[in-house]
């Protein structure tokens, strides 16, 4: 069995796609997926399982139960220690608020972030590694321009973000 971690795009923010973490695990369990376990509001979902394609058949039983359509990028444990390790930004000594890391749905090619002007956005910074995005705000996300630059470019990549804070608990929870 192999562990993932499920990161559900765009929901419960704004009273948009609401989907309650107790109907989403039952969901899951009812996949026959097991250890099914939850993490804040924002959907981030634990699960084991063998089975093979589960993003999209998680994104098919979403639209199916709640009925709308609800983007998911899944990571296994092994790898959400693997982009943990790669961070390019010091982050113990980081506030976990300020450091993002998007989790691509597939890796785009090279250049695809290559139009961003990253000195526009200063002080916050990103860089590109593989299908994921380090991005450091130095004085906090609330109102920097640069996801919305980042997740502005076409074509389009779905996309979604964790703060290190989440993305080092579903590390706890995927071990």
Known sequence: MTTYAALLRGI????????PMA????LMTDLGWTGVRTYVQSGNA?????????GARL??????????EVRCVVRTAQELRAIA????????ELDPAKL??????????PGYFGSVDAAAFEPDTFRHIGDVVYCYFPEGMGRSKLPAALGALRPSVTM??????????LIELTS
Do not use: M
């Not at 419960?12 to 989907?19: D, E, F, I, T």
């Not at 993002?100 to 090619?109: A, K, N, Q, S, Y």
């Not at 979604?160 to 608990?169: A, I, P, V, Y």
């Open 46 to 54: 634990v699960f084991s399982t063998d089975e093979a394609g589960v």
């Open 85 to 92: 390790a790669a961070c390019p930004y010091p982050a113990a």
């Open 23 to 26: 109907e989403l695990r039952q």
């Open 100 to 109: 993002l890391v998007l989790f691509l749905e597939r890796t785009p090619d």
């Open 160 to 169: 979604t973000g964790r703060n290190w804070r989440t993305l080092q608990r």
């Open 59 to 68: 994104e098919e039983a979403i639209a199916g139960h709640f009925g709308f």
């Open 12 to 19: 419960n923010v704004g009273g948009h796609k609401k989907v």
